[in-house]
């Protein structure tokens, strides 16, 4: 993913949380109601609902364009626009048509029509560039291409589907697709290692995140369209991770191997996070109910290796103990994903908590923007404030108002 520092590419909850393999603690009973005082009604709408609500009006405050893109940073790049910026802005906005926000439609649409400008017209098999300037000119101009940026846009454009109907509705399963084709065709697969996707197009190094997300386009489009081809995809890059990447002493997916094939063993919460939500869209796929075992298996690894108790937030990876909103963030969408698999709601604690922590020490409490990065007491906070952070925590807020 086109980042500012790829490496060489956090408040305590209201409620308690219990390890994800413990047992559900047993309901108080339930008190006659006080009749001595007025009843109060429960509120109907979720504070992460509004919250989510929020970040939104922060992006079209800062980072939307007239051209309808979206920018970096309103302060330190205001004048680029990453690939995979853009794209989890699409994902956010997704999710609020989810819950019922329609007027985030035309957001999605217009932005998803914009990215036009990132697509290799000059490419028979087409793939995103990773950057342009917002006005769409300099595409190109680094001249790579990121197999997680096309990936997760193809992922996106799924959840888009999902939620339209119409000329849309094909658009958005028609550029799922041209992605995945352009990962099949792009020659970022090779046999070096045995396989796996590197994770752009100067093939310096094979990163969990790049091959997890590209399972889960493949299992997905397996999902939807019955091809062949989608299944053989996804079922190669499962085995290959499986074998290259997955640490069975922490029961996690470690970062990556490089092309001197030194391995990499830091733990990234984002990459495991990714991974659980693979295993959960290839067991539904592949109609394997294995594969939600390993998606509970790799959450409790997450919960025992990755969450920080004291804070009651997911670290930025194993030799950083940092908190930074998306990144930290996909791991409340992983747990979502798992409640919502097999309805165990000690999940949802942890996602609640890890968002709540995120607001506490990265969010801006009058704009509603977020900070990059903090310590997890929230000591030595960056002072910028990246588009991908905001529209991650519009989104993953926008998930568990559902829930919580």
């Known amino acids: 993913m086109k980042n500012l520092l790829y490496y060489g590419l956090g408040l305590v909850v209201a409620v ?118 917002i006005d769409g000119s300099e595409k190109g101009s680094d001249s790579l291409k990121y197999i997680d940026d096309n990936a997760l846009s193809g992922v996106v454009y799924l959840d888009a589907y999902e939620v339209s109907t119409g000329a849309m509705k094909a658009a958005y399963l028609d550029k799922a697709k041209a992605c995945a084709n352009w990962l099949m065709k792009s020659g970022t697969w090779d046999t070096t290692f045995d396989g796996g996707f590197w994770w752009n197009t100067a093939k310096t190094v094979k990163p969990t995140q790049s091959n997890g997300l590209a399972m889960q386009l493949f299992a997905r489009l397996y999902a939807l369209t019955g091809e062949a081809v989608y299944r053989e995809w996804a079922t190669a890059v499962d085995k290959w991770l499986s074998s290259k990447l997955y640490e069975s002493s922490t ?42 075992v390993k998606a509970q298996a790799l959450g409790n690894a997450m919960n025992r290796t990755l969450w920080d108790k004291t804070h009651n937030v997911y670290i930025f990876n194993t030799s950083d103990l940092r908190v930074t909103p998306a990144w930290c963030g996909w791991g409340s969408q992983a747990m979502i994903k798992l409640y919502e698999a097999d309805q165990n709601t000690t999940w949802l604690g942890y996602a609640q908590g890890n968002i709540d922590a995120i607001n506490t020490v990265l969010r801006d409490p009058i704009t509603h923007g977020y900070y990059q990065f903090a310590s997890l007491n929230g000591a030595g906070r960056y002072a910028n404030i990246e588009g991908v952070d905001v529209a991650w925590m519009q989104r993953i807020q926008a998930l568990l108002s559902t829930y919580r």
């Not at 970096?72 to 690939?83: I, K, L, Y």
């Open 16 to 133: 308690t949380l219990v390890t994800a393999c413990g047992d559900k603690q047993s309901p108080s009973p339930v008190a006659e109601p006080d009749t001595t005082r007025p009843t109060i009604p429960t509120p109907t709408v979720s504070r992460y609902r509004t919250a989510a609500q929020k970040s939104h009006a922060y992006v079209l405050t800062n980072l939307l364009t007239p051209y309808k893109s979206y920018r970096v940073s309103a302060t330190t790049d205001p004048t680029s626009a990453f690939e995979w910026y853009n794209t989890s802005q699409i994902y956010a906005d997704a999710a609020m048509v989810r819950i019922g926000e329609t007027s985030h439609a035309t957001y999605m649409n217009d932005s998803f029509n914009w990215m036009s400008h990132f697509w290799d017209d000059n490419s028979p098999i087409g793939g995103y560039f990773g950057f342009v300037r």
């Open 251 to 292: 029961g996690l997916f470690v970062w990556q191997i490089d092309r001197a094939s030194k391995r990499f063993t830091e733990k990234f919460t984002y990459d495991n996070a990714i991974m659980v939500e693979a295993f959960l869209v290839y067991g539904q796929a592949m109609k394997d109910p294995s594969y939600l």
